[in-house]
């Protein structure tokens, strides 16, 4: 039977580094308790598998921390064939051929566009001076939604993720998300009027049109934007910044992954395991079960810590190693095998409806910036420093390279 740990999800220690919590989990072969906000931590492999693929643990926290920002559902509070029918037309727009070049034009027109006012400069804040931009204005085009206000619209998805990714708020913290969130649904409203039956391509026509299988009211619709301008915005510049650090901490495989772009696949999806940018996943048992031999009555609530599942050393051999080989290893090794995989996109029903985006949106970046930064570095004395613990991420993520002075030969990679 598990052991379990009492801790304090509130510490300083674990929110500044929880990797040592990780371990102790780890060795003690432990899930943890925070007896302050009454919740079960799990970060085996084993047991965050069986709570995101049962049945039994359901998304209703997220009526709670989401729902009140969204104004209404998001797609992981709905079930059954609602679910089906709503993730299906999310998956359609962000999938098929011409999306997928549609999307490709888009992310590569906005990173050129971004990197060519640091090029000549030779430092670049892959966070600051780029990410937090490029997340945004890629999200916003891919829905089809107007760029212009997009620093409001930065503002305002700042607010609404602080609430969503918090354990507990004070009083003025709950204010500025409500008036973000306000804001931001009053941006969206008239937008989504306008496409709602437009021929548009996109997400949001899609999802209001009674005959391709939406038919959602207009604050439907503006709760599933929402969503996904969360979802997609606020991982994905953490994750850019992320396989940064991890290829230029490690110049040998900065260089084999430049000269080889095939290696790029891989060098991503090791970042997502040893760095996930979510870091937390609730869930609440609607019926009495057991995890790891330990009963949990109905009504419990738990945390899926997928950050820790992806360091669990009964599935991942040398765990804190960054090994872009470790997939293809894996297939033949005795540990992990078919079961080894990540779960920074979650897994079951639930799984990241934008993984494929993602993936594809990181490699095209990533091949852009490696095509244009030469002789890549961190300035002398960097080092990395991260903060949250429910979405987490860099502070800031400083490069320098050879500064580009000819002609900017930038355009979208094809
Ligand atoms: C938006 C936490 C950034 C999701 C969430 C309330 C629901 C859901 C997730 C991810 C990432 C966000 N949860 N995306 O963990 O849509």
Request: glycine share 6%.
């Amino acid at each position: 039977m598990r052991n379990i740990i009492e801790f304090d999800a509130m510490d300083p220690a674990f929110q500044r580094d929880p990797i040592p919590m990780f371990e102790r989990l780890h060795a003690a072969d432990a899930m943890l308790l925070d007896p302050a906000i009454d919740a079960y931590f799990l970060g085996r492999h084993e047991d965050v598998a069986q709570a995101l693929r049962s049945d039994v643990f359901t998304t209703a926290p997220l009526a709670e921390s989401a729902q009140p920002m969204m104004g209404d559902r998001v797609l992981a509070q709905m079930e059954g064939q609602e679910h089906k029918a709503k993730r299906g037309l999310v998956l359609s727009a962000f999938s098929g051929r011409s999306n997928r070049e549609r999307h490709a034009q888009i992310i590569a027109r906005v990173t050129s566009a971004l990197l060519a006012e640091s090029l000549r400069r030779g430092r670049l804040d892959l966070i600051n001076d780029f990410g937090k931009a490029y997340s945004m204005l890629v999200t916003l085009e891919a829905l089809g939604l107007p760029t212009d206000r997009y620093l409001d619209v930065i503002a305002w998805h700042s607010g609404v993720a602080t609430f969503v990714t918090s354990l507990r708020l004070t009083e003025a913290q709950r204010l500025h998300s409500v008036a973000c969130s306000q804001a931001f649904i009053a941006y969206l409203t008239p937008l989504v009027e306008d496409l709602r039956g437009s021929s548009r391509d996109g997400l949001i026509p899609l999802l209001c049109n009674p005959a391709a299988g939406g038919g959602m009211t207009t604050p439907e619709t503006v709760a599933l934007v929402l969503n996904v301008v969360l979802a997609a915005a606020e991982p994905s510049d953490k994750a850019l910044a992320y396989l940064f650090h991890h290829l230029v901490s490690c110049p040998t495989l900065l260089d084999r992954v430049r000269n080889d772009r095939h290696l790029l696949a891989p060098a991503i999806a090791e970042t997502l395991r040893i760095s996930s940018p979510v870091q937390l996943i609730p869930r609440q048992i609607n019926d009495d079960a057991t995890v790891g031999g330990v009963r949990l009555a109905a009504g419990t609530r738990v945390f899926c810590m997928p950050g820790a599942a992806n360091r669990d050393p009964s599935v991942f051999r040398d765990p804190t190693t960054f090994d872009i080989n470790r997939r293809k290893a894996a297939q033949q090794a005795p540990i992990g095998g078919a079961a080894s995989m990540h779960f920074a996109f979650g897994t079951g029903t639930h799984m990241c409806v934008g993984a494929a985006f993602s993936l594809m949106q990181l490699e095209l970046t990533a091949n852009i910036l490696l095509d244009h930064l030469r002789d890549l570095r961190t300035p002398p004395g960097f080092m990395l420093e991260e903060e949250g613990f429910y979405t987490r991420g860099p502070v800031a993520m400083p490069l320098e390279f050879a500064p580009y002075d000819g002609a900017v030969p930038l355009g979208p990679r094809t």
